[in-house]
């Protein structure tokens, strides 16, 4: 592969920020010395535009962008290039004045007033209207400008509307997707329980507050219709922009594993991923090392949507945040250490909110790299700088992707089933963090894995994890059994196969469409655990896994049992199975166990794959980047204390230091060392 250098414009890797200068027009001296200030911390980008609509447009028609053609040039003859953002984020006093219709309507069918930010209905003609003009005015004026080098959509797009035009429009969607037959809809939602049947589709109304809320079908089809409607939007403005600047590449930026969109389905219409990182280092709920491991598995979210490049760390604090419930200070050598994570994990910009802290409003204490103090004799100035250094150090990494071996199965889809559906256990149901368990076990073997879809090709990997795949997409069935086929190693668990993609039972036995003849299994009951209930897994090597929350009570066909409950009145009975398919192996595990006892079982997938697993000391992350010949490894010290890894050979990158053994490495330490490719 070779490598992907997202922005030729800039040498390696862009660092910079959200940057605000129309909140300080009134201040030539402050603009002048920002410049000064950025050349010295190393910053060669600054995102410009973002939530300016009423400085660029004050009254409706009347465009003002000459502040804004005069930032982006001096920008550039100072060697700082702009991602440019549409402000459509948030809209100004005047156009709600004029134009109630933009504002949206909340789930108890109450229209919002003038306010906040990400409260535009998606679906108002008026407000898209307006949108068009301010976009095509800023394509016109800036985006041929040499300094600008992507378009930023928006920001942070998120929630719903409510209003009579998206109840409007969530009926066409339905009536187009079931072939404006209402009795295909009826069948697949199941409406005949408690006599909801439709006459036609319009009797149909968004899920309301205080509306219809027992019909699953109709809560997923809301949800896959509200990113239907923002992915529309996101297309309208991007569609607008480059119809007068063709060539420049787009992006808008995500929020971590946001559960109001399915990032998946918008990601197509963006050129390059980006997304907001703003981990709660130093909490008092999870260790330092499960923070990173944690934000290692939103990185990784976020890198495989678009596998074959880099993405874009967009924002981050460089200090701290004011939104968590305990807003804490970075701890010295923390922000490098964040920042080299996000370079491992395969981002290739390091990227700030915000560059200078503004004077007033709620955000006037979020962290930035200019403090309220206004100079660079801050810790969190020296410590930016030192970032700016330690980047331009690392360049030739720039443009190489993180390889994945390994695949962990998530879908959007799935999560919000299993978020709805009334079974199990209302608080343990924890789809995300058995996910993220699974991502953290094989972290720790040193082996990174991909986030994707149960619908996307798995030929590049050996090992594929499916945890609480409940929801079976069409085309998921013959998908894993294509991988296990060719040789690959699936791992499926409890609560697998349960419903298809309308939320119908499947009949015949759980795992449906078939793969219950894939892992030779059928799920009889599923039992949920009360946290004093307990019983184990016992392996035929004696070791035991403790069974927490759900076991499945399994009926075996022709698979091989590994292993057995120890208590309850299924004491004896199969509890994880293997069965031999084609040239790989599928694996059933019926009982929710911490990844950590599953180690060993991992261990065995991983080798029988021809992976390799990597032994490192406690609370140290490794990650790879590669292309062609050049392979950069990176080693994390997440933790205070010193540590020692072994057997490393190869260049520092950093340092120039040729590593022969061992590498030091001190708290909070990083490395990037340069191997050549077998």
């Known amino acids: 592969m070779e490598k992907k250098i997202l922005f030729p414009q800039v040498s390696g890797f862009l660092h910079g920020g959200d940057y605000n200068p129309d909140q300080w027009l009134d201040r030539p001296d402050i603009l002048e010395e920002d410049i000064r200030?950025?050349?010295?911390?190393?910053?060669?980008?600054?995102?410009?535009?973002?939530?300016?609509?009423?400085?660029?447009?004050?009254?409706?028609?009347?465009?003002?962008?000459?502040w804004l053609e005069e930032i982006v040039e001096r920008l550039y003859q100072n060697g700082i290039y702009t991602v440019l953002s549409t402000p459509s984020g948030a809209r100004p006093a005047w156009l709600d004045a004029a134009y109630p219709e933009a504002m949206r309507v909340d789930a108890r069918g109450l229209r919002d007033h003038h306010g906040n930010r990400h409260n535009h209905c998606m679906t108002s003609p008026k407000f898209r209207e307006k949108v068009a003009a301010i976009d095509r005015e800023l394509a016109r004026r800036l985006g041929s400008h040499p300094g600008v080098i992507l378009y930023h959509i928006s920001n942070e797009l998120s929630g719903e509307c409510f209003c009579p035009l998206c109840a409007e429009r969530f009926r066409k969607y339905l009536a187009d997707k079931f072939d404006h037959d209402i009795e295909k809809l009826n069948k697949a939602w199941w409406t005949a329980f408690w006599s909801h049947h439709y006459n036609s589709f319009d009797q149909i109304e968004p899920p309301y507050a205080n509306g219809e809320g027992s019909v699953l079908g109709l809560l997923l089809e809301w949800r896959r219709f509200t990113t239907w409607n923002m992915t529309d939007f996101l297309k309208f403005e991007k569609e607008t922009l480059l119809g007068i600047t063709p060539d420049m590449p787009v992006t808008t930026n995500f929020m971590r594993l946001f559960g109001g969109l399915d990032y998946r389905k918008m990601a197509p219409e963006l050129d390059v991923i980006s997304w907001d990182n703003y981990p709660a280092f130093h909490n008092d709920s999870e260790s330092f090392a499960d923070t990173m491991s944690e934000t290692a598995f939103q990185h990784a979210v976020m890198r495989s949507m678009k596998r074959d490049k880099p993405f874009m760390m967009m924002e981050s604090a460089p200090g701290l945040v004011n939104w968590q419930a305990v807003n804490k200070v970075k701890r010295p050598g923390v922000h490098r250490l964040a920042c080299l994570h996000a370079i491992a994990c395969g981002s290739d910009t390091v990227q700030y909110f915000q560059w200078r802290k503004g004077r007033g409003s709620c955000e006037q204490f979020h962290g930035a790299v200019v403090d309220h103090l206004g100079t660079d004799d801050t810790r969190v100035f020296r410590e930016v700088a030192q970032v700016g250094e330690m980047l331009k150090a690392i360049a030739?990494?720039?443009?190489?992707?993180?390889?994945?071996?390994?695949?962990?199965?998530?879908?959007?889809?799935?999560?919000w089933a299993i978020g709805d559906v009334r079974a199990l256990a209302d608080d343990t149901k924890k789809y995300e963090d058995t996910c993220l368990d699974f991502y953290r076990a094989f972290l720790k073997l040193g082996v990174d894995m991909d986030i994707v879809g149960s619908d996307e090709d798995l030929s590049r990997y050996g090992v594929v994890v499916a945890p609480m795949l409940y929801m079976l997409q069409p085309g998921t069935a013959s998908n894993l059994k294509t991988f296990v086929e060719r040789g690959g190693q699936l791992l499926a668990t409890y609560l697998t196969g349960y419903v298809d993609s309308d939320q119908l039972c499947w009949l015949g036995g759980f795992p449906g469409d078939g793969l219950a003849g894939l892992f030779g299994v059928i799920s009889e009951e599923i039992d949920s655990y009360y946290p004093s209930d307990?019983?184990?897994?016992?392996?035929?090597?004696?070791?035991?896994?403790?069974?927490?929350?759900?076991?499945?009570?399994?009926?075996?066909?022709?698979?091989?049992?590994?292993?057995?409950?120890?208590?309850?009145?299924?004491?004896?009975?199969?509890?994880?199975?293997?069965?031999?398919?084609?040239?790989?192996?599928?694996?059933?595990?019926?009982?929710?166990?911490?990844?950590?006892?599953?180690?060993?079982?991992?261990?065995?997938?991983?080798?029988?794959?021809?992976?390799?697993?990597?032994?490192?000391?406690?609370?140290?992350e490794y990650h790879v980047r590669s292309a062609g010949e050049e392979v950069y490894e990176f080693y994390l010290n997440c933790s205070e204390q010193p540590v020692v890894v072994s057997d490393i050979f190869g260049t520092e990158v950093q340092t120039g230091e040729e590593l022969c053994g061992t590498l030091a490495l001190p708290g909070y330490g990083g490395a990037v060392v340069r191997k050549t490719a077998v």
């Open 534 to 620: 307990r019983n184990g897994v016992r392996l035929f090597d004696g070791s035991v896994w403790e069974v927490r929350d759900y076991a499945e009570i399994l009926r075996v066909k022709d698979a091989e049992v590994l292993g057995v409950y120890t208590g309850e009145f299924y004491q004896g009975t199969p509890a994880l199975t293997c069965k031999s398919f084609g040239r790989g192996k599928a694996y059933y595990a019926a009982a929710r166990s911490s990844a950590s006892e599953m180690t060993p079982l991992f261990e065995k997938m991983l080798k029988e794959a021809d992976i390799p697993v990597k032994k490192l000391p406690e609370n140290v």
């Open 37 to 66: 200030l950025m050349k010295k911390a190393g910053i060669n980008s600054a995102t410009l535009g973002v939530f300016s609509w009423a400085a660029c447009e004050p009254t409706e028609g009347n465009f003002c962008f000459d």
């Open 396 to 415: 030739p990494v720039a443009g190489t992707c993180v390889n994945s071996q390994a695949a962990l199965l998530f879908d959007w889809d799935n999560r």
